[in-house]
């Protein structure tokens, strides 16, 4: 079973318009966290936002924040008042603590691009 | 402050040859990561480090292999290329679990095998 799924490949989004990119995670580690990458054409991974299992509130980095619904093992990204520049790959990772290590597994990806 | 570089940015090999992609971090983390991000997929862990001497396979791990003699350098090595290693490198590293232990990456390295 994939650990990290992100169902939608491709979104559009209206300049200042909010949009939300889908992520479900599956692990049976109660103690994981969560992440979003963006990866513009450049081809950079760029760190947004984490989410710890244990957080009570939903996490927020400006004009990004987290919606995570722990019971539905969800953890979509919302992106408010969209901008151009905000046109990218986006990519859900979580991490879980297999013995001393700390890898992330990733999502395939979602291509969002903010049109005017 | 650099953070993690990584280079060549660019490679063509052909099939057979043999090469070595250097990374290396400025920030004094002990957790190093090569992955591989094939075309519209998400990054997949080839091999990782928690500290200098000390390697473990990831997930896609055939056909490399790495080494970590100081905390600083962690290089990927490619032996017998095989077009299936037609792939963008990605080096990270990281602090040790117990904080947000988000993972800063490198560039990249665009590697063509033909």
């Known amino acids: 079973a994939q650990k990290i799924t992100q169902t939608q490949p491709g979104m559009f989004v209206q300049e200042k318009e909010a949009v939300t990119l889908d992520c479900t995670y599956d692990?049976?580690?109660?103690?994981?966290?969560l992440f979003w990458y963006k990866q513009p054409s450049s081809g950079e991974m760029i760190f947004l936002i984490y989410q710890g299992s244990y957080d009570q509130q939903n996490a927020t980095e400006g004009r990004y924040s987290l919606n995570f619904q722990k019971a539905r093992k969800s953890a979509n990204l919302v992106i408010s008042a969209s901008q151009l520049g905000d046109s990218a790959m986006y990519f859900c990772?979580?991490?879980?603590?297999?013995?001393?290590?700390?890898?992330?597994?990733f999502g395939t990806g979602t291509r969002l691009q903010v049109t005017l | 402050n650099a953070g993690v570089t990584q280079t060549p940015k660019f490679r063509i090999l052909k099939i057979g040859q043999s090469m070595t992609l250097q990374c290396t971090q400025d920030?004094?983390?002990?957790?190093m990561y090569w992955y591989r991000q094939d075309p519209g997929m998400g990054l997949k862990l080839i091999y990782y480090s928690v500290g200098a001497g000390i390697t473990d396979k990831g997930e896609v791990p055939n056909g490399y292999n790495v080494s970590r003699s100081t905390t600083e350098d962690f290089p990927l090595r490619l032996e017998l290329a095989a077009p299936s290693q037609t792939s963008v490198y990605f080096c990270?590293?990281?602090?040790?679990?117990?904080?947000?232990?988000?993972?800063?990456f490198g560039p990249g390295t665009r590697l063509t095998v033909t």
């Open positions: 692990t049976s580690d109660p103690s994981y966290g």
């Open positions: 990772a979580m991490r879980e603590h297999t013995g001393t290590a700390s890898k992330l597994t």
């Open positions: 920030m004094n983390h002990n957790y």
């Open positions: 990270a590293s990281s602090y040790p679990p117990g904080s947000t232990n988000e993972q800063y």
